[in-house]
């Protein structure tokens, strides 16, 4: 992992998202979060699959087809 000043990254944009392709790289920046800059996997990305499943979550949430969790200590128990 390498970690840069945004100075640096401006300077040798080309050099570090070539370097991204092989590690992560960091972007610090001053008072704010650093930026992670890397090549994504296909198991970043959520599949056709995943995307409707969570649509079809939403709209069970909507038409309030959801269980109240009476007990935290047993969850079972509302569940089932």
């Given at each position: 992992?390498?970690?840069?000043?945004?100075?640096?990254?401006?300077?040798?944009?080309k050099?570090?998202?070539?370097?991204?392709?092989?590690?992560?790289?960091?972007v610090?920046?001053?008072?704010k979060?650093?930026?992670?800059?890397?090549?994504?996997?296909?198991?970043?990305?959520?599949?056709?699959?995943?995307?409707?499943?969570?649509?079809?979550?939403?709209?069970?949430?909507?038409?309030?087809?959801?269980i109240?969790?009476?007990?935290?200590?047993?969850?079972?128990?509302?569940?089932?």
């Amino acid at each position: 992992m390498q970690i840069i000043t945004t100075r640096e990254f401006r300077a040798n944009q080309k050099k570090y998202f070539e370097l991204a392709e092989k590690e992560i790289v960091l972007v610090s920046r001053r008072n704010k979060a650093p930026v992670a800059i890397f090549t994504p996997s296909d198991e970043d990305f959520l599949t056709k699959k995943e995307i409707e499943s969570i649509g079809r979550g939403f709209e069970e949430i909507r038409e309030g087809k959801t269980i109240r969790i009476e007990n935290m200590e047993n969850i079972w128990e509302s569940i089932l």
